[in-house]
């Protein structure tokens, strides 16, 4: 089989196949190649040494940075290029990096030191494809599986664990049995891993297409990184609404909605805050009154302890907090209300939340889904006629109602607040001649009240 190289990884090889060197794109690329997907990075690797690669590409911009591991990137048209020598990896002393790096000019003991066989793949237009471990044919089974020896592979980079469970969700592949057991055994080398590789792999993995059933599958793994969800495991709803217990219901619910980051993360933690505020009433149903406030608290630990950015926080909590704002979709009459606090943009949001909610309770609760693509609708609606939403769309300002008599003042910002709030409810038009006189009449009840 050809695979398609782009320019500048073609000539690459070609520079180094015609100074007597071995060459081949490795990794991913050729994984995703032979999936008929469009790779986003090229890795090159070759039987030449650093200073060998320096010797023919000294006409091309170089890089060291990876210089002791073998790695030299060149600029080639334009684009960067990391070219890595053939190497075996010494022991490894923390579960991620090795000790020490020996160069070498067989590429079979190159691709031995790789994690999953669908990576242990080399190509290059001369020689085809090199593949001595079987990642073919796993790609053709959709099976990920350790190059060799899964506990050898997972005690030298414990983040190949997660590794193995995203290519799993994305690539909707299962996992090999002796290599899903070794991570079973050895989830606990993760406790070993820096947050901000865990976060960057869980966040790739909830958003691919297997994540439910590797999430259900491998929960202990989730549970070791991400405890304050272990409550959730197998804890029963008890209450008609629900037919899944509340990890089951997590799981359906992360599925139920678009692949986003923020939409996925918000659906893993909306509930996590159930376990701590499950109530029974006399009739032994279950309840959980304010569970979207605990739920967000304990999702506030977990964003920060994963060290992700403020935004993303924000807007997961912002998610979390509301999923439960039913009125939203229920009381029509109020959408403008909603649309002046949150914005279409988090309104929409925050009805996919609602909807992937209800598609994972009990079906007859399923009626609700009419109503929210009706709130969805009116949503974006209403925001088409351009409605007035915020203070800088009424048609008066401060300075328009201090030149007509009003104050400077915290009752300047009353007064303003509460023209908004009638506009927005219909009670009188966004028209300056009309809200002055309004104004007027606000401030004098203020007065009076005072």
């Known amino acids: 089989m050809k695979i398609k190289l782009p320019t500048n990884v073609q000539k690459a090889i070609s520079l180094l196949e015609a100074a007597g060197f ?132 997972f005690n030298e980079d414990a983040l190949r664990i997660l590794r193995g469970l995203r290519f799993a969700s994305v690539l909707d592949f299962t996992i090999d049995p002796e290599t899903a057991d070794s991570i079973h055994k050895n989830k606990d080398l993760l406790k070993n891993i820096s947050v901000e590789r865990i976060s960057k792999e869980l966040l790739r993995l909830i958003c691919g297409a297997g994540a439910h059933r590797v999430l259900s599958d491998f929960s202990d793994v989730l549970f070791t990184v991400l405890p304050q969800l272990q409550p959730m495991y197998k804890n029963s709803h008890d209450n008609p609404h629900h037919c899944y217990d509340i990890y089951e219901h997590t799981l359906f619910s992360l599925e139920s909605i678009s692949p986003d980051p923020v939409l996925r993360f918000a659906m893993l933690l909306h509930d996590s805050g159930k376990p701590a505020s499950k109530t029974f009433d006399e009739k032994g149903r279950a309840h959980f009154y304010g569970h979207q406030k605990v739920s967000a608290e304990i999702a506030a630990d977990i964003l920060a302890q994963l060290k992700l950015p403020n935004k993303f926080r924000d807007e997961v909590l912002f998610l979390i907090d509301n999923h439960d704002r039913w009125e939203l979709y229920e009381k029509s009459e109020r959408m403008k209300k909603y649309l002046a606090r949150f914005g279409l943009e988090r309104t929409i949001k925050l009805l996919q939340v609602m909807r992937a909610d209800v598609l994972s309770q009990s079906p007859e609760y399923h009626f609700r889904l009419e109503s929210i693509a009706a709130a969805e609708q009116l949503a974006k609606e209403l925001a088409a006629l351009e409605p007035c939403l915020t203070l800088k769309s009424l048609a008066v300002n401060g300075r328009t109602l201090i030149n007509h008599g009003i104050p400077e003042g915290k009752d300047l910002g009353a007064v303003l607040s509460a023209l908004l709030e009638e506009v927005i409810d219909e009670k009188i038009p966004n028209d300056s001649n009309a809200l002055i006189v309004r104004a007027k009449e606000i401030f004098e009840q203020t007065k009076k009240q005072s």
């Open 22 to 153: 071995e060459a081949y794109a490795v990794g991913g690329c050729v994984r995703d190649s032979l999936l008929g997907k469009t790779p986003d990075d090229w890795d090159i690797t070759t039987s030449a040494t650093p200073e060998q690669m320096k010797s023919v590409f000294s006409g091309f911009h170089c890089i060291e940075t990876g210089i002791q591991h073998g790695t030299l990137t060149v600029v080639i048209d334009s684009s960067a290029l990391e070219i890595t020598t053939f190497r075996l990896d010494g022991e490894y002393e923390d579960n991620r990096h090795p000790k020490t790096v020996e160069f070498t000019c067989d590429l079979t003991a190159d691709l031995a030191r790789r994690d999953f066989t669908v990576n242990a793949m080399a190509y290059s237009p001369s020689s085809g494809i090199s593949d001595p471990f079987g990642g073919k044919e796993d790609l053709k089974n959709n099976v990920v599986c350790c190059v060799g020896d899964a506990d050898r592979r």
